[in-house]
């Protein structure tokens, strides 16, 4: 290959690398591997999974925008995670205070349930207590809440 094409590709490849690594995607995680769960597993998963650094601190003011950007987030990555997005938007009402950073499609006490965490604060501070939910799939219903400070 010639210098030239050389240049250009390197130039090429430099470009994509700093167009993936500036443009990731907010930070949520998403689990389906079909997992079971007690109550008390669920709520020591609340305790164990704490939000992001991308998140955790942020002012209240900016958790509209960055909810709006999780679940586009989750939209992206196929069909289930679209699903939970889906199930947010509908059920959990946008009130400028949360951010949703982990779901989970598992069995809670043998029932098929969403299990989310989201980080929320008070309306003028920051994000940084933490809010248990979970939800069974089919109907929507509440199983189980808790929040930490």
Same mark, same amino acid.
Request: charged letters at 20%; aromatic letters at 8%.
């Given at each position: 290959?010639?210098?030239?094409?050389?240049?250009?590709?390197?130039? /090429?490849?430099?470009?994509?690398?700093?167009? #993936?690594?500036?443009?990731?995607?907010?930070?949520?995680? #998403?689990?389906?591997? @079909?997992?079971?769960?007690? /109550?008390?597993?669920?709520?020591? $998963?609340?305790?164990?999974?704490?939000?992001?650094?991308?998140?955790?601190?942020?002012?209240?003011?900016?958790?509209?925008?960055?909810?709006?950007?999780?679940?586009?987030?989750?939209?992206?990555? @196929?069909?289930?995670?679209? +699903?939970?997005?889906? #199930?947010?938007?509908?059920?959990?009402?946008?009130?400028?205070?949360?951010?949703?950073?982990?779901?989970?499609?598992?069995?809670?006490? @043998?029932?098929?349930?969403?299990?989310?965490?989201?980080?929320?604060?008070? +309306?003028?501070?920051? $994000?940084?207590?933490?809010?248990?939910?979970? #939800? +069974?799939? +089919?109907?929507?219903?509440?199983?189980?809440?808790?929040?930490?400070?």
């Amino acid at each position: 290959m010639g210098g030239r094409a050389m240049i250009g590709l390197t130039a /090429l490849s430099v470009a994509l690398a700093a167009l #993936f690594t500036g443009c990731s995607g907010p930070d949520v995680t #998403f689990v389906s591997e @079909g997992s079971e769960y007690t /109550l008390e597993q669920v709520e020591a $998963l609340h305790t164990s999974e704490a939000p992001p650094p991308s998140l955790a601190g942020e002012p209240v003011a900016d958790a509209s925008e960055l909810r709006r950007d999780v679940l586009v987030e989750l939209r992206s990555r @196929g069909d289930e995670p679209a +699903e939970l997005a889906e #199930f947010v938007t509908r059920s959990l009402a946008d009130t400028g205070r949360s951010v949703l950073y982990y779901g989970e499609a598992a069995l809670v006490e @043998g029932t098929s349930a969403w299990i989310l965490l989201e980080v929320w604060g008070a +309306e003028s501070g920051t $994000l940084d207590s933490t809010r248990l939910w979970v #939800f +069974e799939r +089919e109907s929507g219903a509440v199983v189980y809440s808790s929040s930490n400070r």
